[in-house]
């Protein structure tokens, strides 16, 4: 692979899709986390936020790698 999946023509970089799509998971994860009431036990919300993303974004990264999908 090339690093780059064409979406209707256009070129775009996998790790700009990755990011995209770990920005949506972590929106949902941080409204879930926000209703069962997760924020009330920590200090930094902003910080547990940063952290949830690189999170989710390293996890989607690895899998990207062993399913074809990154170089």
């Keep these: 692979m090339n690093g780059e999946i064409a979406i209707f023509g256009v070129y775009m970089p996998t790790i700009l899709l990755i990011a995209v799509a770990a920005s949506a998971l972590t929106l949902a994860l941080m409204r879930v986390a926000d209703f069962v009431g997760f924020y009330r036990i920590v200090g930094y919300r902003a910080l547990v936020d940063l ?21």
């Design 51 to 71: 952290c949830l993303y690189v999170m989710v974004f390293g996890l989607l990264s690895f899998l990207a790698i062993h399913s074809g999908f990154h170089p």
